[in-house]
Every structure is written in structure tokens, then in C-alpha cells.
């Protein structure tokens, strides 16, 4: 039975029996799964999608002496075309946006159907870097339109450009159903900005877009580049407190009018904790001089302050 995308469809089972049957609609899906679809002698299917393509049985049930009996229909299959729809999974995920580290790989990826395959083509660069995911087509506004100036590159699948390269591969056990995904190798700063997919066939065109984000190293979120390890007998590792430079504040100590000689840097620290044992912390930095043979290492009475890379 075919039909297209976004049409109703209706069908219908007949039984007899004594006492009168129940009915249960089951759908085989390309995935081997099978789900319910109804309970009624008629089963409608509005806005057929691309989830409906397989095969449909109808069940009778009814029972005897309090022994149920059933019986199966044929099995009806409905073949789906249609224009290109994203996937229910990566529309959930709207607006989509994909975050990387700097020097990282970035991989956007888009799940879609559609019967015949159609056109992919990846629009890159152009869409601004502000904005997240949408579904649809649709000319440029807004921060778009701003950006037409930028130069675009258009990337089809199976194709590459430099650090970029677009593939597709079917998805399993989905006859009509893709994943699209584009590769940035070695992501940087400039590469944060609007991707966009565009996808056209004989019946009509769907886009979306993912925004890529790529991180840098001053971001905070960025690995520790050393720790603190405060101890105080009987106690040990009292308080573990990683850090990481700030280059744009350094912390000084000593110096001043008085006879200690010229301030001595401390190194550049962004604390990743915060509250009341980062101002101890803090407090026990500046107010103690460090050991002359163990440079960074701070001794009081019975504590000591470690700092390790």
C-alpha cells in the first residue's frame, strides 16, 4: 500500500466470532520491533511519517470457556515516500548545539528520512554565532541576513574541503532513514558559528541548522593546570584545591615601603573552588614567606601548604 508523507490513511479489519472479537492493530517495523497501533476495527493513521512504513496485521481476540482465542490477518504493507523530515531524535534536540574544545575533533550530526534519497548539502560558514537549531526552509533574517557578506562554502556528502568533510550512512534497519554528519578537524575559535543542512528531493526540501561552539583555553571549564594539597597533622590532605593561571590579575606578596625587598610574584591563580576554604587558602598565601630551599612550599608550625604541577 503506498502512500506519501503528511496523508491519512485508513484501515480496516472485519471478524466474526460468538462472543463478538476485540481487535488489536500491530505494526513490524523495518527494525524487526512490533508495536501497537490501535484497538479499533478501524485503524486511522493521520500525517503519515516515515515511522509508519512496514508491515500491519490485525489481531481478532475473543474468548471461549474462559480460553482466549485469536486469529490473524495478512499482513498489509505501507511503503512511505515523500519529502525529506528530521528525525523525531534530532528535532528533540532543537536548538542543537555542539560543544568542543579547541584543537578537537567536531562532528554535527542530523537524522533524517526520506524516500527518494535526496540532495545533502552542508552550508558552512555565514551563519552568525548567535541563534541554535531549526527545521525548515527558509531564506536569511535577522542575524543571517547580516551576515550574507561572509563567505560561504557549500559542502555535498562524501565530499571534503581542507579541515571539512560531509558523509551520510544509512541507519540500521531503517530503509529510508540517514544519519549526515559533518567533520571539522582540528576546531578552532573561528569555527564557532551556524551549520547548516540542506536537504531536497522531488518532493520538497527541509533544512536545519547546528550551531558549533569551540571552546579556547582561557574557557573555564578548561583541565587544571596544578593543585594545592593543604595538610594539617593529624589530618591528612585537609583541603585539595586545583588552579589554573589567570593571566590577565598576579597575585603579589611582601615588597612595599618596608625592608622586604621588592614584591615577589606569586604565580597567576584562578581559583576552581569557591567559599571559605579558598579565602583560608588565600589568606595563608600572602601572610607566609616560602621556604628558600623548597621554592612553593609553605610551612607553618605544623602545616604545610603544597603546590604542585
Not at 290 to 301: E, F, N, W
Amino acid at each position: 500500500m503506498p502512500t506519501r508523507v503528511g496523508k491519512d490513511i485508513i484501515l480496516t479489519c472485519e471478524a466474526e466470532g460468538n462472543p463478538a472479537p476485540r481487535y488489536q492493530w500491530l505494526q513490524r517495523t523495518e527494525s524487526h520491533q512490533v508495536v501497537v497501533r490501535g484497538h479499533e476495527r478501524n485503524l486511522v493513521i493521520s500525517d503519515v511519517d516515515y515511522d509508519h512504513q512496514g508491515e500491519f496485521v490485525c489481531k481478532a481476540i475473543n474468548e471461549i470457556r474462559e480460553e482466549e482465542r485469536s486469529v490473524q490477518s495478512s499482513g498489509i504493507r505501507v511503503d512511505v515516500s515523500g519529502e525529506p523530515r528530521i528525525s523525531k531524535k534530532t528535532a528533540a534536540l532543537a536548538p542543537r548545539e555542539v560543544r568542543v574544545q579547541n584543537g578537537e575533533v567536531a562532528r554535527l550530526e542530523v537524522e533524517f528520512c526520506a524516500d527518494p534519497r535526496p540532495e545533502e548539502v552542508w552550508h558552512l560558514g555565514g551563519g552568525g554565532n548567535s541563534g541554535g537549531a531549526s527545521s525548515g526552509g527558509g531564506g536569511a533574517s535577522g542575524s543571517d541576513a547580516a551576515d550574507d557578506k561572509k563567505p560561504r562554502l557549500k559542502l555535498s556528502t562524501g565530499t571534503a574541503h581542507g579541515r571539512f568533510s560531509a558523509e551520510t550512512r544509512r541507519l540500521p534497519g531503517r530503509e529510508d532513514c540517514y544519519l549526515a554528519a559533518l567533520n571539522i578537524d582540528g576546531a578552532h575559535a573561528d569555527d564557532s558559528d551556524k551549520y547548516l543542512l540542506r536537504l531536497r528531493n522531488s518532493h520538497g526540501e527541509k533544512t536545519h541548522t547546528v550551531r558549533l561552539v569551540v571552546r579556547g583555553k582561557e574557557e573555564g571549564d578548561q583541565q587544571p593546570a596544578a593543585t594545592f594539597n593543604f595538610h594539617h597533622p593529624p589530618h591528612k590532605n585537609v583541603l585539595s584545591l586545583p588552579v589554573r593561571p589567570r593571566p590577565a590579575r598576579v597575585v603579589h606578596r611582601g615588597g612595599g615601603g618596608g625592608g622586604d625587598g621588592p614584591a615577589a610574584p606569586l604565580h597567576p591563580l584562578r581559583p576552581l573552588l569557591q567559599g571559605r576554604e579558598v579565602l583560608l587558602l588565600l589568606r595563608t598565601l600572602l601572610q607566609e614567606k616560602p621556604q628558600a630551599d623548597r621554592p612553593g612550599k609553605v610551612r607553618r608550625g605544623c602545616s604545610s601548604l603544597y603546590y604542585t604541577r
